[in-house]
């Protein structure tokens, strides 16, 4: 049975993994294939595509882990995503909180708060700007 530790570790893996390292095989290698996100069932390529559109709207896209608890099978993790927009050459950051349930080791669903695109403050007057 994997401990809290082991968990914290795997989700580590995949977070940097694939956002930062750009390793799409570890979504296979490290999710469920009933893997859900706020509920919803997605698929590993839906999580690929949701990981290419990241790097689309911000090339130099960078993921940073701020904190990371784990208790049983659940790991929280809050961390900072910075990059350049590709439109407009503007650099921005936004912040997010996930709460990773991990099952035989294997992410089987994330909950998520913040980190949305249309939460990245705008350079002009703290305003929220939306990226497509």
């Known amino acids: ?6 968990n914290k570790v795997l989700v ?4 940097l993994g694939v956002f930062n390292d750009r390793n799409l ?14 509920g919803y ?7 690929k595509a949701f990981a290419q559109s990241i790097w689309t709207s911000w090339p130099d896209a960078h993921f940073t882990i701020l904190d990371m608890l784990a208790e ?3 790991v929280a993790l809050r961390y900072t995503i910075t990059g ?8 921005q950051e936004t912040m997010a909180t996930n709460i990773v349930t991990v099952t035989n080791g294997l992410g089987v669903s ?6 949305e695109m249309e939460d990245v403050p705008s350079p002009s007057a703290g305003a929220k700007v939306k990226v497509t």
């Open 1 to 6: 049975m994997a401990t809290s530790d082991d």
């Open 12 to 15: 580590q893996r995949f977070w």
């Open 25 to 38: 095989a570890l979504v296979d290698q490290l999710l469920s294939d009933n893997y859900t996100f706020n």
């Open 41 to 47: 069932h997605n698929t590993k390529a839906q999580v």
């Open 72 to 74: 049983g099978d659940k």
């Open 84 to 91: 350049t927009l590709k439109d407009n050459g503007h650099k």
């Open 110 to 115: 994330n909950w998520q708060t913040g980190g």
